[in-house]
């Protein structure tokens, strides 16, 4: 066993001396008045001063005459708590000899030796990690986008506002309309900048009384007001509707350099004449919200007991489409489509009529808006489409070999079921694939491009035939041509009801015919009222036209029955 010799009272007053001096954590000895007599390295190079300047100073380096009101206290703090426990510690911010703020926790001990008193003091940089907690803190609270305060700061906020206020308060709710395809236009960055630039637009408008202004998280918004008169918002919801007339530039390497004008939906409820707790406001301000969405948007909506009742029949409207959808409640009609030359029936399109069971046959307007919020647009076309097949079938076993074509949209383009439904149908039903056609609008290709496209190449080499419908009455028309492998384009009818007449009408549907001449497409002409349209298509090189001068949507046994009348005439 090797000898063991015990540390030397000297030996361990060196180490631990030099242990003291190489410490991160500053630390220094002060005389039982509180005045310094050495200070370590640390201390030095934190606070500023050389400890051959601080020594026999006072703890607060200068006389007490000359230190803050804040400064005098704490000495005094300390001072009591030593005299009475022997031991004081606290964390406050201190500036340095070079005017830094430093935050620190320190801890005071007395120590006797000799029956002389000391105290030693140990001084901690606490800056880093409360850097870390405010980091944390804003992490939690604010939205990192925007600069913001987010929804749990809002709902705080109005809480603590209606404790206290002693006047009307007023919650406004806001969503930027079309944002989701606005986004998918613009791409990640494009989309940032644009939510960036409505909430910095927003700040700019410095809205008179405006208590809080929170970013709940990509298009959602909400402000606070508190006013002697709930009305004087109205202004500034209305100064708030005329910014976003002004037009969002974006960057050239965004998707697009068009100028983007916002649209907002606006709901508002107020306090103390809707609700007294901050839930029911936020609850009918989003009522109000959603009231204006449904009915198109870019809109102000205050909250009263009509939108409770409109709620209650969305409720219900809900609750019957599912129904609808479960039961088979969706019927295709069918408009026939013509030769414009002959007068034969070339094809049909479905289009969807609702047979409810006590409203009886209803068009689209009464409920295809629903459809889409409610989020049932697959399940409709589906629909549509197993009944439409069918009749396909049916008349195929007829002797009738004309095609159907049933409108889609993106949100049926986005059901991962949509190709093998429709796949699966025509070879259950037996039904050759160029006989069904699927007509999209313009303005769907403006939603998840590449799923779209993915979709109708693969539609189109099933053999499906694709028809651009409304054709010119989106920006990009020309592109969507080039980009997508259509088949057919439909002139909408907003290009046909003058058209005998109105010479720009006239020039338009020339173009497009002669477009369509020269990518190898077909044209089909809607909305044709009159036979002086009809002559004028057919004359300009129009093949095919539907509209109600030939016949308007009708039920199957219906369109059955006109296809036997023109057989049996020919």
Avoid at 5 to 11: A, D, K, M, N, Y
Avoid at 313 to 322: A, F, H, K, V, W
Avoid at 411 to 436: C, I, K
Avoid at 456 to 472: I, K, P, T
Wanted: proline residues 2%; hydrophobic residues 40%.
């Amino acid at each position: 066993m090797s000898n063991f010799e015990p540390l030397s009272v000297l030996t361990k007053q060196q180490l631990m001396t030099e242990l003291c001096e190489r410490l991160e954590d500053a630390i220094f000895i002060l005389d039982s008045n509180l005045r310094y007599l050495s200070v370590n390295a640390s201390y030095e190079l934190m606070i500023g001063y050389k400890e051959a300047f601080l020594v026999g100073r006072p703890l607060g380096i200068y006389a007490a005459e000359f230190l803050s009101v804040e400064e005098q206290s704490i000495l005094r703090d300390i001072h009591h708590n030593l005299d009475e426990h022997g031991f004081y510690e606290l964390d406050f911010s201190m500036a340095n000899r070079y005017g830094q703020n430093i935050d620190c926790h320190i801890t005071y001990r007395r120590i006797y030796i000799d029956q002389m008193a000391y105290h030693i003091g140990m001084l901690r940089d606490m800056s880093a990690v409360i850097k870390d907690q405010k980091q944390v803190a804003h992490l939690l609270n604010y939205d990192q986008l925007t600069g913001l305060p987010n929804r749990k700061v809002f709902l705080s906020q109005t809480s603590d506002m209606l404790l206290d206020s002693y006047q009307e308060v007023v919650l406004v709710r806001l969503n930027i309309d079309r944002y989701r395809n606005l986004a998918s236009l613009l791409g990640p960055d494009g989309a940032n900048d644009l939510i960036k630039n409505f909430a910095e637009g927003v700040e700019k408008l410095k809205l008179h009384n405006l208590r809080s202004f929170s970013h709940f998280g990509g298009d959602d918004f909400a402000l606070l007001f508190e006013v002697k008169d709930a009305n004087m918002v109205r202004h500034q919801l209305d100064t708030l509707m005329q910014m976003c007339e002004r037009p969002f530039s974006t960057d050239k390497s965004h998707a697009t350099d068009a100028n983007i004008y916002y649209h907002i939906s606006v709901g508002v409820s107020c306090f103390p004449k809707d609700d007294n707790e901050v839930t029911g406001l936020l609850t009918k301000a989003e009522k109000a919200l959603d009231y204006v969405k449904q009915h198109g948007g870019d809109d102000i909506r205050w909250y009263d007991e009509a939108i409770e009742s409109a709620t209650a029949g969305s409720l219900e409207l809900e609750s019957e489409l599912r129904t609808a959808t479960i039961e088979g409640q969706f019927v295709p009609y069918y408009q026939p489509k013509f030769s414009l030359e002959t007068g034969a029936i070339t094809g049909f399109e479905a289009l969807v009529r609702w047979q409810h069971p006590t409203r009886g046959l209803l068009k689209p307007i009464h409920f295809i808006n629903a459809i889409i919020a409610h989020k049932l647009s697959f399940d409709l076309f589906s629909q549509l489409a197993i009944k439409s097949v069918k009749q396909l079938s049916l008349w195929q076993q007829q002797g009738f070999h004309q095609h159907v074509c049933i409108n889609a949209d993106a949100a049926e383009f986005s059901h991962p079921d949509f190709f093998d439904m429709v796949s699966t149908l025509l070879t259950e039903n037996d039904v050759a694939a160029h006989q069904l056609h699927i007509e999209v609008t313009e303005s769907s290709l403006i939603q998840r491009h590449d799923n779209v496209k993915k979709q109708l190449n693969s539609l189109r080499e099933l053999g499906v035939r694709l028809a651009l419908d409304d054709f010119g009455t989106g920006y990009a028309s020309l592109s969507y041509l080039q980009e997508y492998p259509f088949d057919f384009i439909k002139i909408d009818k907003s290009f046909i009801s003058n058209i005998e007449t109105d010479r720009t009408q006239h020039a338009i549907v020339k173009a497009i015919l002669d477009l369509a001449v020269a990518l190898d497409m077909q044209v089909v002409a809607e909305g044709i009222e009159t036979e002086q349209q009809r002559d004028v298509l057919l004359d300009m090189g129009c093949k095919i036209g539907q509209g109600y001068w030939f016949s308007k949507p009708v039920a199957a046994d219906v369109a059955t029955a006109m296809l036997i009348k023109q057989n049996t005439s020919e």
